[in-house]
Nanobody, 120 residues
Framework: QVQLEESGGGLVQAGGSLRLSCVVS????????MGWFRQAPGKEREFVAL???????TYGDSVKGRFTIARDNAKNTVYLQMNSLKPEDTGTYYC??????????????WGQGTQVTVSS
């Protein structure tokens, strides 16, 4: 059974940076596509970024040019580097595994989430 665990969230001022990590256990990250999503209170879960098992990446329009997804297969870890953060980036960030889709319902495995709060 695949398990995902996020870390790295916190409180940051607008314009600041954070790096989220997602450790994968139960299988090797090699050959496994991963995504990041976020959800603000009262809103639907939103696609942020994904990296296919081939290493190609895709980003949501609201984070292009500011966020970068990366993976370290040796550490079985996926990262989300977030720069130039804005208050509207506030939410719970989730990593998800098992799909190359931007739709949350296509992912079979999810972490518990990590909170990111950006103050203005």
């Amino acid at each position: 059974q695949v398990q995902l665990e996020e870390s790295g969230g916190g409180l940051v001022q607008a314009g600041g940076s954070l790096r989220l990590s997602c450790v994968v256990s139960g299988r090797t990250l090699s050959g496994y596509s991963m995504g990041w999503f976020r959800q603000a209170p009262g809103k639907e879960r939103e696609f942020v970024a994904l990296m296919s098992w081939l290493g190609t990446s895709t980003y949501g329009d609201s984070v292009k040019g500011r966020f970068t997804i990366a993976r370290d297969n040796a550490k079985n870890t996926v990262y989300l580097q977030m720069n130039s953060l804005k208050p509207e980036d506030t939410g719970t960030y989730y990593c998800a595994g098992g799909s190359r889709s931007s739709r949350p319902h296509d992912y079979p495995s999810w972490g518990q989430g990590t909170q990111v709060t950006v103050s203005s």
